[in-house]
T-cell receptor
Framework: AQKITQTQPGMFVQEKEAVTLDCTYD???????LFWYKQPSSGEMIFLIY??????QNATEGRYSLNFQKARKSANLVISASQLGDSAMYFC????????????FGAGTRLFVKA | KAGVTQTPRYLIKTRGQQVTLSCSPI?????VSWYQQTPGQGLQFLFE???????NKGNFPGRFSGRQFSNSRSEMNVSTLELGDSALYLC?????????????????FGPGTRLTVL
């Protein structure tokens, strides 16, 4: 069954330091996509980064990188050089063949960046 | 390219009323999905439309319905509102070529409609 697990309800990081947000997923499909979204207090979901199940390299987008470990079914988000504006909720999500045209989301991790 | 737009942004209704929310996808995107977000339940999938056809539906009562027009714009309707329907309703669009795992299924979200039911 499709499942996304984010075990860190909240995390603190010092400004300019790197932080890793954990995400594990469960699917029996070979084809799937993994996503990370950021949701500031305004409510809008902002797409950050994507990793396809067939991608051999870890995805990177600016200060965001995705540590994709397929055998362990983990897709951790790494934010380098944290900024105060990174304080927000972060959601890991997945879409696979079995789920059809439905994206499932984890419970989210609230990140607090300290000055 | 303009992003996903949702109207209205805020809505206050009373129990028993009905409400219609609107979503305009990114130009060229034919898939539109709707989600309900509440503090207790998190993000829950409502339904997804592609080329005016509903392709998938979440576990919500029949009071929740949607449709998609030929220009890919979508509306969702909630009838007989209940207090528990108070939530942020998010719409997302994607290219959705049908291939999973190649990135074309990346969803881009609108700003949401915050519905309060009194």
């Amino acid at each position: 069954a499709q499942k996304i697990t984010q075990t860190q309800p909240g995390m603190f990081v010092q400004e300019k330091e790197a932080v890793t947000l954990d995400c594990t997923y469960d699917t029996s499909d070979q084809s799937y996509g993994l996503f990370w979204y950021k949701q500031p207090s305004s409510g809008e979901m902002i797409f950050l980064i994507y990793q396809g199940s067939y991608d051999e390299q870890n995805a990177t987008e600016g200060r965001y990188s995705l540590n994709f470990q397929k055998a362990r079914k983990s897709a951790n988000l790494v934010i380098s050089a944290s900024q105060l504006g990174d304080s927000a909720m972060y959601f890991c999500a997945m879409r696979d063949d079995t789920g059809g045209f439905k994206t499932i989301f984890g419970a989210g991790t609230r990140l607090f960046v300290k000055a | 390219k303009a992003g996903v737009t949702q109207t209205p942004r805020y809505l206050i209704k009373t129990r028993g009323q009905q409400v219609t929310l609107s979503c305009s996808p990114i130009s060229g995107h034919r898939s539109v999905s709707w989600y309900q977000q509440t503090p207790g339940q998190g993000l829950q999938f409502l339904f997804e439309y592609f080329s005016e056809t509903q392709r998938n539906k979440g576990n919500f009562p029949g009071r929740f319905s949607g449709r998609q027009f030929s220009n890919s714009r979508s509306e969702m309707n909630v009838s007989t509102l209940e207090l528990g329907d108070s939530a942020l309703y998010l719409c997302a669009s994607s290219l959705s070529t049908g291939q999973i795992g190649v990135g074309t299924d990346t969803q881009y979200f609108g700003p949401g409609t915050r519905l309060t039911v009194l």
